[in-house]
């Protein structure tokens, strides 16, 4: 087994940042906030933000955040498992062949979320100041606004594609988030703590 030395600070703090901010949508959107409202496209609108920001980072960042740093290569993901079953243990300034994989994935399937999003929902909704907590979370108030009519069902064949696609890689969002943070678990008992800690303010 090769020597595992401590890494060194690999995240900087906008990673963070995005990487936690996009973690917080996805759970309101998936947890609190009521699909069709307008809580829900503003949260879709906050998320393109974040991604998009993210994007941009993977250009002008530092080197550990920067898309050269960790290209995806299934090559050198096979190579990694090859490692891991040999009991290897290799240092990654930022991630290893198979987390970035991952990373990638996410990203896309955000991407495919969020312009079907945007495609159904159109710009972001006026919100009326008159309007409860309750009504801004649920569909209620945005389906009186189209006349008691969900706009979805305005939209015709394009809109139902926009949907079922909108839910389908909705659904592969959260199958792709189990698999990460199974690998993020199995990452930390094989290399120690610091593949959490990592990500935490002010973590190493």
């Given at each position: ?63 550990t955040a920067r898309f050269a740093s960790f290209k995806p290569s299934p090559a050198k993901a ?127």
């Amino acid at each position: 087994m090769t020597e595992h030395t401590a890494p060194a600070r690999r995240w900087d703090p906008l990673v963070k940042i995005t990487h936690w901010g996009i973690a917080a949508v996805v759970i309101t959107n998936a947890l609190i906030v009521d699909e069709g409202s307008i809580a829900h496209i503003y949260a879709g609108y906050t998320l393109a933000a974040l991604l998009a920001l993210r994007m941009l980072w993977g250009f002008i960042g530092p080197n550990t955040a920067r898309f050269a740093s960790f290209k995806p290569s299934p090559a050198k993901a096979l190579a990694h498992i090859g490692d891991i079953r040999a009991g290897k243990r290799e240092v990654h300034i930022s991630h290893n062949p198979l987390g970035a994989l991952m990373v990638y994935a996410l990203w896309a399937c955000l991407a495919v979320i969020i312009s079907s999003g945007i495609g159904m929902a159109g710009a972001p909704p006026a919100v009326d100041a008159t309007i409860s907590s309750a009504e801004f979370v649920s569909g209620e108030y945005r389906q009186e606004a189209a006349g008691g009519e969900s706009e979805e069902s305005e939209e015709g064949g394009a809109g139902e594609l926009l949907e079922e696609v909108h839910e389908v890689a909705v659904n592969l969002l959260y199958a792709l988030i189990l698999l990460h943070i199974t690998g993020v678990a199995f990452e930390t008992a094989r290399s120690g703590k610091r593949t959490i800690t990592a990500m935490l303010p002010g973590g190493k």
